[in-house]
C-alpha cells in the first residue's frame, strides 16, 4: 500500500473517530439537559402547585393515620410565595371542614395538618366535646373521641371560649380530639401561613405487622 493510501485510510479514521466522539458528546448533553429539566419542573411543581407530606402523630386519626403519605394542592387557595410569607395572589380561603397544611405558629420550621373548624367572624365555643359557632351545634362527622391514656400526652381540653376568630385567621382543630395540639391551646393561624388544602392519601404503612395499608391508597381526604 503506498503512503499516500496509508494516510487517506487514517485521515477517513480520524474523522470517524471525531464524528462519534461529537455523537457522544451530544447524546450526553441531551440526558443532562433532560434531567435539568425535569428536576427544574418536579421543583416547580412541589414550590407551587402539589407537595408530599408524610402523617407523624396521631392527631387526625382516624382521617389521616401515622404512616399516611399525602398530597397537598397548593393552589387551592392562591398562589403562595416560599419565603415572602403571603400570598401573590390569593383566589379563595379555607371554608369549615377543608383538611389544611399550615405553618404551626409557635415554631415556623414545622408544618401541621389539621381540619378548619372556624373561619374570620366565626364565635367558637366548645362545651363538653361539643362545638358550636356563633351560637348553633355543629354536624361535627369528623370528630373522634380516643380519651385520655394517662400516658402524660395532650391535655385533653373539653370546654373553650366563646371566641371570635380574627380577620385574616381561622381557627383549626385535629380530628382526634383528645390527642390534638391545636387552636383550643396556641389560637390561631394566619391565611398567608396556610401551604394548602390535603386532597389524595397516595401511600401508606404501619411499620409493623401489616407494612402497606393497601386500602387506603388513593383514599381522597375529606
Known sequence: MKPEDERGIESHVAKDIAVENKKAKSTVREYAE???????????????????????SGSMIPTLQIGDHILVNKLSYGIRIPGWGHYAAQFASPKRGDVVVFIFPED????????????????????NKKIFINGKPIEDPHAYFEGDDGGGGIQIKDDYGPKTVPDHHIFVMGDNRDKSYDSRFWGYVDLDDVKGKAFLIYWSWDGGDRWVRWERLGEIIY
Open 108 to 127: 415556623r420550621t414545622k408544618d401541621f395538618i389539621k381540619r378548619v373548624i372556624g373561619v374570620a367572624g366565626d364565635t367558637v365555643e366548645i362545651k
Open 34 to 56: 433532560a434531567i435539568i429539566m425535569a428536576l427544574l419542573l418536579a421543583l416547580f411543581i412541589r414550590t407551587f402547585i402539589v407537595q408530599a407530606f408524610k402523617i407523624p
